[in-house]
């Protein structure tokens, strides 16, 4: 079975653009979680997706944004970049979100440089 | 809110030796525990996980980890570790979301032990 899946590995951008990375979870996983990760904050929950809903939401601004699709593939986009989103965003998908806690499977992540 | 605390950003180790890596954890309702390693340029790779049951976890490479309530801990531990296990070592506390509110999950991560190991 394959895994998680991100595109694209690495990303370069200038201030003020705009981002969109893709995460294809693990066949039959319908929970997509993404996390941010930075030498300062270390890993950080930005949100959670199952049935093409946000579930939950860390404590991110709004230029973070993401959507799920029906066959459970996420994407999230980021807004107006500013150099502190500098950093590899990690997707991680499980098959459900409820009782009993499911694990979550990490793709490899994509690196984000900001300019 | 749940936290967690990996005390030791740097653990520096002789391969061959024994290893432990200290997690605490603060959560209010029983904890879902887990291990993760990451290796440069790499995702997080799950080591083990405690959900209930034996307090004692076994792990994928050799590695357990053992859950102690009373301390709120959940030390990882390798017999002996090999150069291959140099990595950054990640504890993490699932939150099970409330059901009312919508549920789902999130993990909480302490912030890292980079584990070098000298030949």
């Known amino acids: 079975k394959a895994g998680v899946t991100q595109t694209p590995r690495y990303l370069i951008k200038t201030r003020g653009q705009q981002v969109t990375l893709s995460c294809s979870p693990i066949s039959g996983h319908r929970s997509v979680s993404w996390y941010q990760q930075t030498p300062g904050q270390g890993l950080q929950f930005l949100f959670e997706y199952f049935s093409e809903t946000q579930r939950n939401k860390g404590n991110f601004p709004g230029r973070f944004s993401g959507r799920q699709f029906s066959n459970s593939r996420s994407e999230m986009n980021v807004s107006t970049l500013e150099l502190g989103d500098s950093a590899l965003y990690l997707c991680?998908?499980?098959?459900?979100?409820?009782?009993?806690?499911?694990?979550?499977?990490f793709g490899p992540g994509t690196r984000l440089t900001v300019l | 809110a749940q936290s967690v605390t990996q005390p030791d950003i740097h653990i520096t180790v002789s391969e061959g030796a024994s290893l432990e890596l200290r997690c605490n954890y603060s959560?209010?309702?029983?904890?879902?525990l887990f291990w993760y390693v990451q290796s440069p340029g790499q995702g997080l790779q799950l080591l083990l996980k405690y959900f209930s049951g034996d307090t004692l976890v076994q792990g994928i490479k050799g590695f357990e980890a053992e859950f102690k309530r009373s301390q709120s801990s959940f030390n990882l531990r390798k017999p002996s570790v090999h150069w291959s296990d140099a990595a950054e070592y990640f504890c993490?506390?699932?939150?099970?979301?409330?059901?009312?509110?919508?549920?789902?999950?999130?993990?909480?991560f302490g912030t890292g032990t980079q584990l070098k190991v000298e030949l």
């Open positions: 993490a506390v699932g939150a099970l979301a409330n059901i009312l509110t919508g549920g789902g999950n999130k993990l909480t």
């Open positions: 991680a998908s499980s098959l459900d979100g409820q009782v009993p806690y499911n694990e979550q499977f």
């Open positions: 959560y209010g309702a029983t904890p879902y």
